[in-house]
Nanobody
Framework: QSQLVESGGGLVQPGGSLRLSCAASGFTTNYATIGWFRQAPGKEREAVSCIASNGDNTKYSDSVKGRFTISRDNAKNTVYLQMNSLKPEDTGRYYC???????????????????WGQGTQVTVSS
């Protein structure tokens, strides 16, 4: 069974850092586009970042650009989201998702993604 599993969430103070991991089982992420999405209570799910399968092409939402970095380690079948300078508005449940498509392009449209993890909670609060 193919699935994605997120980890690394937790409670952090404003200005702090967390690194989220998205590990795949049942399939390899090497040729998959992986995206990170988040959803805060009472708000719609939003795209945070994505990375194409070639690892060279990435996208970030304006709200996280310059603070978050997405990367992939194909040897470990894992994609990471390094989150620095965290703000209270970054609070939410973070999901990773994947789909097979162009190796040089990644989409931030959630309806393109076929596989989803269960999410990991990130809370930024003092």
């Amino acid at each position: 069974q193919s699935q994605l599993v997120e980890s690394g969430g937790g409670l952090v103070q404003p200005g702090g850092s967390l690194r989220l991991s998205c590990a795949a089982s049942g399939f390899t992420t090497n040729y998959a586009t992986i995206g990170w999405f988040r959803q805060a209570p009472g708000k719609e799910r939003e795209a945070v970042s994505c990375i194409a399968s070639n690892g060279d092409n990435t996208k970030y939402s304006d709200s996280v650009k310059g603070r978050f970095t997405i990367s992939r380690d194909n040897a470990k079948n894992t994609v990471y989201l390094q989150m620095n300078s965290l703000k209270p508005e970054d609070t939410g449940r973070y999901y990773c998702a994947g789909y097979w498509g162009s190796e040089v392009f990644c989409s931030t449209r959630s309806d393109w993604y076929a596989y989803w993890g269960q999410g990991t909670q990130v809370t930024v609060s003092s």
